[in-house]
């Protein structure tokens, strides 16, 4: 024999070894690496469920309706849960939790974030409520809440948060390897707008769906959208987990013993339950709840199950500014779960579906396949609703309290915590500081002139920064002050029976930003855009700026302070039985108390008509002002009745509406000419029709009446009106005397005769320029100019200036 | 009058001889004796006329304060853990600074300068320049004076006899007459002390009287209509003496009304209070219970006369015949408390008993009782019927256990938010809790009595008081509704206040008030601790900073 390595006879045995078992190996192989493979590619989703009993002992307040006055519960009808789906990718672990409670109140979030110690992450742990109106309460500390969550019960906040993490544990204890599918379908018309009937409504319900290796279901996730509110009667005071209730009932028979179903409410905030077959009551509750699920289970049956990708998206965004700063944080968590292409946006309140809807096609545009809004999670914001339904006097539009951009915020933040990037970012531009500078003021001291362009917003954004300071004083001693003294406050109420050592002014502040929603009703969806940007640079909620906007009236309602006067102003238009020619002489002067800083503004948006208005710097309606298809409008305040606050816009923003979207001097005179909630002003009022100028004054007294011309001369105020001021019939007695005996023949006449000042006597309101005269304005209609005077420290009037406006266009 | 020695001449007269000089010095000696005499004299012999203290107070001083041993008591007051209670920027804390200061004269001077007696007075609180301070000086007292008023501090001025002194860097006007020292900051008040016409001095029998009260007490204090400034004048006379016992000063009030008060509301009080006797106080953090000395309807008939402001009162506890079908919500709340009104006799009793922080809204826990028949509020418990159910509007209706005797009303948020009604044996019992009503039904403070004669108790209690407000008002801050303070500031401001307040224990009152005067007992217990020591003996220290 040779000597061998000794290494080759190992070798040579393996040989053996391997051709001895060639062809089984092969075989065992094979099989092996089938294993394998099997194994490694169910092992990368693990799932785990579980359901806990959370319902309080009877006695125990509930939570949903302020009209149960915080009382106790008196009964259970059925029991309220906290169901809880553990998911783990291998990469991303989450717990998903739902609560049958209305909301997830930030109490129980931080004492169940305080509790849990676990290997998932605490930022992973999604919380979610049904929006039950018959689950327990006892939960919140906050004072302004607990008229509808009832007393506060530490204890009772402690055992549901301990329940809920037990459910959290046992789910993640109950683990195992697990497909997943999704779906989404038709609800069939189980959701209805609850608050117009033609209104938009969610259609859609999705389903995920998670099976384990045996194929038993470990959870059934349910998306559908309705307010659960369907439980009263005598079952007002009893624990119920409403429709929901029926839907895990249901689905447990028909998906098995194993499955926890899980329900996910939508973008409830408008939208409730149908009554399926008229009925009402208990059998609607059912019939919803089990209908819901027997649809979710279809949809589920044709799913595919296969292994699932997640990817858990959270941000911690500041809120814009909100009047109610003592009900709502100053920032809050969001979060986005995508599951494979399901993307599911977590809405930290009840957002309204157009809402949902809007942000579903965001969505879809970048490739996602489906999309669910789940509203309710992590915290308790209120509602949210489209900048549209803003002005309406309903309670979704009272409940929101971050003013109307909220929608565009909630798509922003959304949107960028979305991984799927449209084909091109757009980067929005915001005025930078190049462009800023040139909405500087120009012209001199006695001609103060900003030139605004951009979107509404932009030019919003743009005045409210360049006047910053003057709106922050303006707010606050024509806003703050007047409710932190009480002067707002209505007599003999409750109000001013409360100690002094109590600090209402964020509840009132609160109260008066939800009365004056209403007033908004009327303004074009770019006038409010153009307001949120002057909020936003002036750095107030935008409800703040609006209350700013029309503050006097809350004052003059009991109140006569000088600080809140109203203006009285002279106001002349000269036609052309007066002037011989086809054109109209326009002549107006401003009379107003007050310190605050007159401003000429070129408004230059992108949407809607290029204008030129005379006012002041804190005030975003319309005084005096012109377009450039020559409508020109401007009031004067004349008190016939008592003051009262208007169910809609103010008057100087109906004319601020027209000015930027109306042309003819007839189109713009019919909507003025039925404002009739419009009390004790007269409108001015002139334009063309085609080549026809006319002009007009519009008297809103008791009630409307249009008045012309005369011998064509037309003043703000017949001196023969009844009921007017003495001074005022006064003052349009002495114009129209020296319009007759002094003809004016330009612009110019026309400006002298107006700032004509009689210093030697009083200076009172009986004169055409006064004491209170701030600045006045003439133009001819048909000219590209107007022509400014603005007050001196010496009171007279100082020399007129002309401002040619391009933008503007003669009149042939 | 003027100091004035009679000298008796040792020299001789023609008819007799003179007494011969030794040669051995002895005339030295005997001058040097005759020298010591006269000095002895000047120092030691009293005045001529021995007047009494009250004969230079005048009658016309309507505040007066008596006081023995005055630095025995000031050093007292330096212990009392009362000063410890009293917060830094009040006016109770301004004046305790003044007394408890470093004096510009030594202590064993303070202590040997008057002996007895120290008399304070003034003409009213408006006048304080005619403040008077008397005192008898000890014989120490009177040759330090004498020695005081040899030093450059002190200017003379003859003033017609009346010898008066003044202290010049202090301002202050003294004089001393026989073994008593007079001090004013006014010279007129002195001088006008100093020649009082005996008419118009302090009657004899009052002093005594007052001196005796002095006496049995550390302070005595008299006051007379005059003394209140403000119209009508609150009281005719108002005296009171202090005890400064470490754990319980006491204060004993005694006094009359004025006329202007009696004539207003003379007949809300108690004519003849031979046999009160009170219900014993419920043991409520703050407690009243008084004997009304009428029942409750007549007594409150009278109050009405005297006070417009009432009538509104009036609707809710007038009773009526019946109840209407089918009556509302708010009829039969009327209805309960009317019978309750009409029930009660004159025994009344109120109690607050802290808050629930964590209802609905902070809610007081407050309860009463009135004694009296109750065949009114059966009759009505029988008529009120079972509240209905409404599943859209909210029912207010009260709702009547037959068995318990006890109506409660739901009103907003849980049982301590729950207004109730029960009848006991004597009485009535109301409460704004479900939960403290069914506690003190079974309490037998009940239907105890007190068991002493008077017709007035209260007390309160201060610490507790603070502590139970605490949470309630940390309810607000939490929710930013606390004007000023946010959750963090107002838990410092309330340590703060806590550790101030703490030895306050209790503060009560007895006593018997009618129409022809009053008599009150008041105490205050103090938790003594080392600490208290402490801090008095830190606010000294501050004092003499």
């Known amino acids: 024999m040779k000597n061998r390595c000794p290494l080759s006879i190992p070798f040579r045995l393996f040989r053996l070894k391997v051709n001895f078992l060639s062809r089984g190996t092969a075989l065992y192989f094979a099989a092996f690496l089938f294993i394998l493979l099997s194994a490694v590619q169910s092992w990368a989703l693990e799932a785990g469920s579980a359901k806990i009993d959370i319902t309080p002992p009877v006695g125990t307040p509930l939570n949903g309706y302020g009209d149960r006055m915080g009382r106790n519960s008196t009964s259970v009808h059925d029991p309220l849960w906290a169901r809880t789906v553990f998911l783990d990718d291998g990469e991303t672990r989450f717990f998903l939790v739902s609560l049958d409670l209305v909301a997830v109140n930030p109490e129980l ?3 169940v974030l305080e509790l849990y110690s676990g290997p998932v992450p605490k930022e992973h742990v999604l919380l979610t409520a049904t929006h039950t109106h018959n689950g327990h309460g006892g939960m919140c500390q906050k004072l302004m809440i607990r008229n509808v969550s009832g007393r506060f019960i530490p204890a009772v906040l402690e055992a549901t948060a301990e329940k809920i993490i037990e459910s959290m544990h046992k789910a993640y204890n109950g683990r195992r390897r697990a497909a997943l599918g999704y779906a989404v379908g038709s609800n069939q018309g189980l959701s209805v707008n609850r608050r117009f009937s033609a209104g938009p409504a969610e259609s859609q319900i999705g389903v995920v769906k998670i099976e384990d290796s045996d194929g038993a279901a470990i959870a059934v996730i349910t998306n559908f959208t309705g307010h659960p509110t369907s439980v009263g009667g005598q079952d007002k005071y009893s624990f119920s987990a409403d429709y929901p209730g029926y839907y895990y009932l249901e689905m447990e028979a028909l998906a098995g013993e194993s499955c926890v179903p899980l329900f996910l409410n939508g973008a409830q905030g408008n939208q409730t339950i149908a009554a399926p077959k008229g009925k009402s009551g208990w059998d609607r509750t059912e019939a919803v709840g089990r209908q819901v699920a027997q649809i979710a289970d279809a949809l589920s049956k044709n799913m595919s199950f296969g292994d699932a990708v997640f990817k858990l998206s959270h941000t911690k965004a500041l809120l814009p500014l909100t009047l109610a700063e003592n009900l709502q944080p100053k920032e809050v968590d969001l979060y986005s779960l995508e599951i494979n292409d399901l993307l599911i946006s977590f809405f930290p309140g009840e957002p309204c579906v157009e809402i949902g809807l809007n942000l579903r096609e965001r969505a879809l545009a970048r490739g996602y396949d489906a999309h669910w809004s789940v509203g309710l999670a992590n915290d308790y914001l209120m509602y949210f609703v489209p900048r549209a339904l803003y002005p309406f006097a309903n309670y979704e539009s009272f409940m929101n309290f971050f003013g109307p951009g909220m929608e565009d915020w909630l798509y922003s933040q959304f949107e960028s915590l979305m991984s799927r990037k449209t084909l091109v970012e757009s980067i929005v531009d915001l005025p930078d500081e190049e462009a800023q ?12 002139l900003l030139t605004l362009h951009g979107s509404s917003h932009d030019i919003g954004l743009a005045r409210g920064s360049f006047f910053h300071n003057a709106i922050q004083n303006k707010y606050k001693t024509k806003v703050l002050d007047p409710v932190d003294t009480g002067q707002w406050y209505p007599t003999g109420s409750w109000w001013t029976a409360m100690p002094s050592f109590l600090n209402l002014t964020p509840l009132a502040m609160t109260a008066l930003g939800m009365g004056s929603r209403s007033l908004l009703q009327g303004l074009s969806e770019s006038y409010i855009r153009e307001m949120e940007g002057m909020a936003e640079g002036a750095g107030l909620p935008f409800d703040g700026l609006w209350l700013l906007q029309h503050a006097r009236l809350y004052s003059l309602a009991k109140d006569q302070s000088s600080l809140f006067s109203l203006p009285l102003c002279t106001m002349v238009a000269l036609t052309n039985e007066y002037t011989g020619t086809k054109d109209i002489l326009l002549g107006r002067n401003l009379d107003w108390k007050g310190d605050e800083n007159d401003y000429v503004i070129r408004m230059l948006p992108e949407e809607g008509l290029p204008s030129i208005q005379v006012g002041f710097d804190w005030n975003a309606g319309l005084m005096t002002g012109l377009n450039r298809d020559r409508l020109f409008l401007c009031l004067e305040y004349v008190p016939y009745v008592d003051t009262v606050l208007p169910e809609k816009a103010p008057l100087e923003f109906l004319l601020g509406q027209l000015l930027r979207s109306c042309s003819s001097f007839s ?9 009739e909630y419009i009390k004790n002003y007269h409108v001015l009022i002139a334009g063309y029709d085609g080549e026809k100028a006319d002009a007009a004054v519009v008297e809103y007294g008791q009630s409307i009446s249009v008045r012309k011309a005369v011998k064509g001369i037309l003043t703000g105020v017949n001196p023969d009106t009844q009921g007017i001021p003495d001074e005022t019939r006064e003052r349009y007695q002495a114009l129209i005397e020296t319009l007759k005996n002094q003809p004016v ?18 200076g009172g309101m009986q004169h055409i320029w006064n004491h209170a005269s701030r600045h006045c304005v003439v133009l001819q209609l048909s000219q590209p100019e107007i022509m400014c005077a603005f007050k001196q420290p010496d009171g007279k009037a100082g020399s007129f200036a002309t401002l040619t406006v391009s933008e503007i266009s003669s009149h042939e | 009058m003027s100091n004035s020695v009679q000298l008796t001449s040792w020299g001789g007269t023609a008819s007799k001889p003179k007494i011969q000089r030794s040669s051995s010095g002895k005339p030295f000696l005997f001058i040097i004796f005759v020298l010591i005499v006269l000095a002895s004299v000047w120092f030691f012999i009293p005045a001529r006329h021995a007047a009494e203290m009250e004969s230079f107070i005048p009658a016309s001083h309507s505040i007066e304060v008596y006081v023995y041993d005055p630095a025995t008591k000031r050093n007292e007051l330096l212990k009392s853990p009362i000063l410890h209670t009293i917060p830094e920027d009040t006016a109770a804390a301004a004046y305790l600074h003044l007394l408890t200061r470093k004096l510009p004269v030594p202590d064993w001077l303070l202590n040997n300068v008057s002996s007895g007696l120290f008399h304070i007075s003034v003409e009213d609180s408006n006048r304080p320049d005619s403040l008077l301070v008397i005192t008898r000086m000890t014989r120490i007292g009177l040759l330090s004076e004498k020695f005081f008023s040899l030093s450059g501090n002190v200017s003379r001025e003859r003033a017609g006899g009346l010898d008066l002194k003044k202290v010049i860097n ?15 900051s006014s010279r007129d008040a002195l001088i006008q002390a100093l020649t009082l016409p005996p008419e118009e001095a302090i009657e004899k029998n009052k002093f005594e009287a007052a001196q005796q009260k002095a006496k049995e007490a550390d302070l005595f204090c008299r006051l007379d209509g005059k003394a209140f400034l403000q119209s009508p004048a609150l009281f005719k006379d108002l005296s009171f003496s202090v005890r400064l016992n470490q754990s319980m000063p006491r204060l004993s009030i005694t006094g009359s009304f004025s006329d202007e008060i009696l004539a207003r509301y003379g007949t809300l009080l108690p004519q003849n209070t031979k046999d009160d006797s009170l219900d014993m106080p419920l043991d409520g953090i703050a407690s ?14 009278k109050l009405a006369e005297t006070n417009e402001g009432w009538e509104k009162v009036s609707s809710w506890i007038t009773l009526s015949e019946s109840l209407p079908e089918n009556a509302s919500a708010t009829e039969l709340l009327q209805y309960l408390i009317a019978s309750f009104f009409h029930s009660s006799g004159e025994k009344i009793r109120l109690a607050w008993f802290g808050f629930d922080p964590l209802e609905v809204v902070p809610a007081p826990l407050l309860a009463g009782t009135a004694q009296g028949k109750t065949d009114a509020l059966h009759a009505a418990f029988d008529l009120v019927p079972p509240p209905p159910f409404s599943d859209d509007m909210i029912v207010l209706n009260p709702s009547v256990n037959s068995e318990l005797l006890l109506a409660t009303v739901p009103f907003i948020g849980g049982e301590n938010l729950t207004p109730s009604l029960a009848i006991y044996p004597q009485g009535a019992l109301f409460a704004t809790s479900e939960t403290l009503i069914r506690k003190l039904m079974q309490s037998e403070a009940l239907t105890a009595q007190l068991g002493q004669k008077a017709n007035l108790y209260f007390h309160l209690r201060p610490a507790q008081a603070w502590e139970a407000a605490v949470p309630a008002l940390n309810e607000f801050a939490a929710s930013g509704l606390l004007r000023g303070h946010t959750e963090s500031s107002f838990a410092e401001a309330a340590t703060k206040i806590s550790k101030q307040i703490s030895t306050l224990q209790e503060f009560t009152v007895l006593g018997i008030v009618s129409d022809k005067a009053f008599h009150l007992e008041a105490k205050v217990t103090i938790g003594l601790s080392d600490q208290a020591d402490n801090n008095a003996i830190q606010i000294a220290q501050r004092g003499q900073r």
């Open chain 1, 109 to 111: 979030r931080q004492r």
């Open chain 1, 437 to 448: 500078e040139s909405q500087q003021s120009e012209g001199d001291a006695s001609f103060p």
């Open chain 1, 667 to 675: 189109e713009a005179l019919k909507v003025l000419s039925a404002a």
């Open chain 1, 745 to 762: 023949k330009n612009r110019e006449s026309l400006g002298t005769l107006l700032t004509a000042s009689p210093m030697e006597s009083d």
């Open chain 2, 170 to 184: 202090a301002e202050i006007f003294y004089s001393v007459r026989n073994k008593y020292l007079l001090v004013s």
């Open chain 2, 288 to 301: 009243l219970s008084v004997n009304l000395g009428a029942p409750l309807p007549q007594w409150y008939a």
